[in-house]
């Protein structure tokens, strides 16, 4: 039987054993939803890697191939968070860390996990003064 690879309108991949005569919908494991066939690897004909479509995700994809489904959907979540992210500020592309804060005081420069956050403002009138 052929293996096919679907997709929840939740986000969740997952592959299922079904007869060519199966229907292009099947049940999401992780959420129940109606989940829609997508173009499988498998399916390609035998080709050489023909490369994935970034839609499948395949480093992480390949690493949770038999794992839960749940798990490939929230990577994906992440995923697409980052890529919103990027989309609104292209200086972070190339920067793997993770994005701590990105709004109000953090809205032009969004704060790094290892960035020191910078609490205080040249008006905040907090310089330390001389005690002694
Ligand atoms: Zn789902």
């Given at each position: 039987m052929p293996l096919y690879d679907y997709r929840c309108p939740d986000g969740h991949y997952f592959?299922?054993?079904a007869p060519m005569t199966a229907g292009d919908v099947s049940d999401c494991?992780?959420?129940g939803?109606?989940?829609?066939k997508v173009p499988s690897r498998v399916a390609l004909g035998g080709q050489a890697n023909p490369g994935l479509s970034q839609e499948q995700?395949?480093?992480t994809w390949r690493g949770t191939h038999n794992g839960n489904?749940?798990?490939v959907g929230q990577l994906r979540r992440q995923w697409e968070?980052?890529?919103k992210l990027e989309e609104k500020y292209p200086e972070l592309q190339g920067d793997q860390r993770p994005v701590l804060a990105h709004e109000g005081q953090y809205h032009h420069h969004p704060l790094r996990a290892g960035d020191?956050?910078?609490t205080l403002s040249p008006h905040?009138?907090?310089a330390p003064g001389a005690s002694d």
């Open positions: 592959e299922r054993m494991p992780a959420c939803a109606a989940a829609a995700m395949p480093q489904p749940e798990y968070g980052r890529r020191t956050p910078t905040d009138g907090g």
